[in-house]
Nanobody, 128 residues
């Protein structure tokens, strides 16, 4: 049984930092996209960042315009985990953050439809 378990959420002041972790179990995702999405109250789920195998011994990363320059996604295949480092947090970053993993390649890693597995979510609250 595949499970994704997020951790690291919490309450932080504007300008602060948090690092979210997502530990996968049940299978590995070395060659496939892993990503982060978020959902704020009353809003639809939105893409935050993703990382995928780029085929040249590297992983590429993509992120939403709203978090570019502030959030960094990275993965540790030895730990079967993906992380989201969040700096310069703003109140509008407040949301439940979800980890996602795909079991196949994807052309659009910003779409939730690219992913087959989801975590339960971790709350991030940024106070003003």
């Amino acid at each position: 049984q595949v499970q994704l378990v997020e951790s690291g959420g919490g309450l932080v002041q504007t300008g602060g930092s948090l690092t979210l972790s997502c530990a996968a179990s049940g299978r590995t995702f070395n060659n496939y996209p892993m990503g982060w999405f978020r959902q704020a109250p009353g809003k639809e789920r939105e893409f935050v960042a993703a990382t995928r195998w780029s085929g040249d011994s590297r992983y590429s990363a993509e992120s939403a315009d709203s978090v570019k320059g502030r959030f960094t996604i990275y993965r540790d295949n030895a730990k079967n985990a993906v992380y989201l480092r969040m700096n310069s947090l703003k109140p509008e970053d407040t949301a439940v953050y979800y980890c996602a993993a795909a079991s196949r390649g994807a052309t659009n890693v910003a779409s939730g439809r690219a992913y087959d597995y989801w975590g339960q979510g971790t709350q991030v609250t940024v106070s003003s």
